[in-house]
Nanobody, 120 residues
Framework: VQLQASGGGLVQSGGSLRLSCAAS????????MSWYRQAPGNERELVAV???????NYADSVKGRFTISRDNAKNTIFLQMNNLKPEDTAVYYC???????????????WGQGTLVTVSS
């Protein structure tokens, strides 16, 4: 099972980016999916999470600016980031709870990270 994140880049303050993360491999089922981020010198923090049914939760710092969504048919999640600020600069990681065809128990899987840089 692999998670492939994409969509990062350099954007000016106030701009927008859309991140994508696709899960592939021998997948039986995916439960919650989420985005984390880690800025230099900081710990990894939860940005947003979405359940299989579409319930969402966000970090206070991104509420009203970021929107998480998912396409269950494509095993993909998205993070629409609007009104970006320099403090949003970080490596963004996707995470998913996945049960595989060989092990029907859910385990944590991580994507490789995609860098978002917001200039002032």
């Amino acid at each position: 099972v692999q998670l492939q994140a994409s969509g990062g880049g350099l954007v000016q303050s106030g701009g927008s980016l859309r991140l994508s993360c696709a899960a592939s491999g021998s997948i039986f089922s995916i439960d919650g999916m989420s985005w984390y981020r880690q800025a230099p010198g900081n710990e990894r923090e939860l940005v947003a999470v979405i359940t299989f049914g579409g319930d969402t939760n966000y970090a206070d710092s991104v509420k009203g600016r970021f929107t998480i969504s998912r396409d269950n048919a494509k095993n993909t999640i998205f993070l629409q980031m609007n009104n970006l600020k320099p403090e949003d600069t970080a490596v963004y990681y996707c995470n998913a709870l996945i049960a595989t065809m060989t092990s029907l128990r859910y385990s944590d899987y991580w994507g490789q990270g995609t860098l978002v840089t917001v200039s002032s």
